[in-house]
């Protein structure tokens, strides 16, 4: 039953996506950076928390998470150190995302050629 | 038509009529389809780790997406990642993986101008503006969310 949950609602996402490409006439940047902020929005209210529990990795597979991890984070460190506590924790839940697509990307441009 | 003056005025609204117009219920399906079943692979990567490497539920989530993250730096290198894109619209750039195309696609766009400042200076060209809106809104709404719990 994970499997159904995540395959709706990841895909309901992407719809949304792709209805901002095709109706609202956004570019691929401008819809992932929308997606980002609305996943920090959507964690202000623990939204998105409840929609991790739900659907699995549904939720935590389209970009929209990333903005929900940053926000995270941040307030985990928030609660120990303060308002320093934001800086240190901002990145704390993305970076294997960020330090992997920094480390596969590199070494994918060394070894491969540019196509087309 | 032919006889219709093109000016500055003009000329977005006699331009739109000549654009394609998207089959909006088509690209939504292909982008439904193929961005769930990405999804799909990600929920089956994340169960593997839970039962096989003791990852918790939460703590799950990272290396299911540095696994996604491999896989279509990969895809991107072999050129497939890219011919998925042009089926699936929001279907692939909406999921992590999208992201990581982004990246990997800007390197290889700029290799021939070195690897300092081709490769290594236009890496998050395109998934810049993700970092950076994500960043900064995260720090807004962090700083509101805490202010607000020291008054309540």
Redesign the interface.
């Known amino acids: 039953m994970?499997?159904v949950w995540?395959?709706?609602?990841?895909?309901?996402?992407?719809?949304i996506?792709?209805?901002?490409?095709?109706?609202a006439k956004l570019t691929?940047?401008h819809?992932?950076?929308s997606?980002?902020?609305a996943?920090?929005?959507l964690?202000?209210f623990d939204l998105y928390d409840n929609l991790i529990e739900f659907a699995?990795?549904?939720a935590?597979?389209?970009?929209t998470?990333?903005?929900h991890?940053?926000?995270h984070g941040?307030?985990e460190q928030?609660d120990e150190h303060?308002?320093i506590g934001?800086?240190i924790g901002?990145f704390e839940?993305t970076s294997?995302?960020?330090a992997?697509?920094?480390l596969?990307?590199?070494?994918?441009?060394?070894?491969?050629?540019?196509?087309? | 038509m032919s006889d219709q003056r093109i000016d500055e005025n003009n000329f977005e609204k006699i331009s739109k009529t000549y654009q394609p117009k998207p089959n909006y219920v088509l690209n939504c399906f292909k982008a439904f389809v193929v961005g769930g079943l990405i999804c799909v692979l990600g929920e089956l990567l994340s169960e593997m780790y839970i039962h096989w490497f003791n990852f918790s539920d939460e703590e799950a989530g990272n290396p299911t997406v540095a696994t996604l993250i491999l896989l279509s730096s990969l895809a991107t290198g072999f050129g497939v990642y890219d011919k998925l894109g042009q089926f699936a619209g929001a279907g692939s750039a909406v999921p992590v993986t999208g992201f990581a195309n982004s990246v990997t696609s800007a390197a290889l766009e700029y290799k021939s101008e070195g690897y300092v400042l081709g490769v290594a200076t236009n890496l998050f060209k395109l998934a810049g503006s993700v970092i950076v809106f994500g960043v900064v809104s995260a720090y807004v709404l962090g700083m509101i969310r805490y202010i607000w719990s020291l008054i309540f």
């Open positions: 994970n499997f995540a395959f709706l609602v990841g895909g309901g996402i992407c719809i996506g792709q209805l901002l490409l095709d109706v691929p940047a819809v992932m950076s997606f980002v902020v996943g920090a929005v964690d202000v699995g990795a549904g935590t597979v389209p970009i998470s990333f903005g991890s940053l926000l941040a307030m928030a303060g308002f934001i800086a901002i839940l294997a995302g960020i992997s697509a920094i596969f990307g590199f070494i994918v441009a060394i070894i491969f050629k540019p196509k087309g």
